[in-house]
Nanobody
Framework: QVQLVESGGGLVQAGGSLRLSCAASGTIFSINVMGWYRQAPGKQRELVAVITNGGSTNYADSVKGRFTISRDNAKNTVYLQMNSLKPEDAAVYYC???????????????WGQGTQVTVSS
């Protein structure tokens, strides 16, 4: 099993910044992909940004140029630096990790409990 613990959410004014962190712990051989998703009230969960263990990244168009995802493989931690926040960025942000528990090919999907980001206009 793997636990993902998120931190860094909160209330910020439009135009401000927040940095989210997510640390993975448990039985981990490797983490192929780590990422952030978000879900606003009444909307489906959507991808915000993902990063592979090699450092390749992918972003939602709505956050490109404003958000930066990074990870520390030694600490099994992923970060999301969010700048120039907009009211439409407000949501619960969830950390995701695709984990291998052994050197074998099986991968498992894990989610954090979510952290609230509120942006006031």
């Amino acid at each position: 099993q793997v636990q993902l613990v998120e931190s860094g959410g909160g209330l910020v004014q439009a135009g401000g910044s927040l940095r989210l962190s997510c640390a993975a712990s448990g039985t981990i051989f490797s983490i192929n992909v780590m990422g952030w998703y978000r879900q606003a009230p009444g909307k489906q969960r959507e991808l915000v940004a993902v990063i592979t263990n090699g450092g390749s990244t992918n972003y939602a168009d709505s956050v490109k140029g404003r958000f930066t995802i990074s990870r520390d493989n030694a600490k099994n931690t992923v970060y999301l630096q969010m700048n120039s926040l907009k009211p439409e960025d407000a949501a619960v942000y969830y950390c995701n990790a695709v984990v291998r528990h052994t050197p074998g090919p099986d991968k498992y999907d894990y989610w954090g409990q979510g952290t609230q980001v509120t942006v006031s206009s």
